[in-house]
Nanobody, 128 residues
Framework: QVQFVESGGGLVQPGGSLRLSCVVSGFTVPLYVIGWVRQAPGKEREGVSCLSNKDDSTYYTDSVKGRFTISRDNAKNTVYLQMNSLKPEDTGVYYC?????????????????????WGKGALVTVSA
C-alpha cells in the first residue's frame, strides 16, 4: 500500500519558518518526480516545488524561489520542504505528491493535476 504522510504544518507569523516532512512508504517506482503541491483558499492546486530522483534536479515556482528548499533523505524515505520568510500568501494546504517520471521536473511540476500519488495534506497558515 502506497502512503504519503505529511507533517509539520501549523500556524506561523509572517517572516517565520516551517519545515514540512513527507514520509513515503510502499512507493516502488524506480524513476519519479516528487514534490509539494499547494492549494490556497479558493484557488486551484499549484506545484510549489518538485524534485526528480533521476538526477536530483529541482523546480520552484517563482513565488517561492529563494525562500523554500526541497530535499530528501533516502535512508528515512522522507522528503522535506523548508519554508523560510513565510508570507500570508503562502497559506494553504500542502500536499506531498509524486508520479512516475514522464517529463522534465519543471514540466511535471506545473502539471501536478496529472499525478497519481497523493498524501492527505498539511495545513499551513501564515498570519499575524
Amino acid at each position: 500500500q502506497v502512503q504519503f504522510v505529511e507533517s509539520g504544518g501549523g500556524l506561523v507569523q509572517p517572516g517565520g519558518s516551517l519545515r514540512l516532512s513527507c514520509v513515503v512508504s510502499g512507493f516502488t517506482v524506480p524513476l519519479y518526480v516528487i514534490g509539494w503541491v499547494r492549494q490556497a483558499p479558493g484557488k486551484e492546486r499549484e506545484g510549489v516545488s518538485c524534485l526528480s530522483n533521476k538526477d536530483d534536479s529541482t523546480y520552484y515556482t517563482d513565488s517561492v524561489k529563494g525562500r523554500f528548499t526541497i530535499s530528501r533523505d533516502n535512508a528515512k524515505n522522507t522528503v522535506y520542504l523548508q519554508m523560510n520568510s513565510l508570507k500570508p500568501e503562502d497559506t494553504g494546504v500542502y500536499y506531498c505528491a509524486a508520479d512516475p517520471l514522464w517529463g522534465s521536473v519543471q514540466n511535471m511540476c506545473v502539471r501536478t493535476n496529472k499525478w497519481g500519488y497523493w498524501g492527505k495534506g498539511a495545513l499551513v497558515t501564515v498570519s499575524a
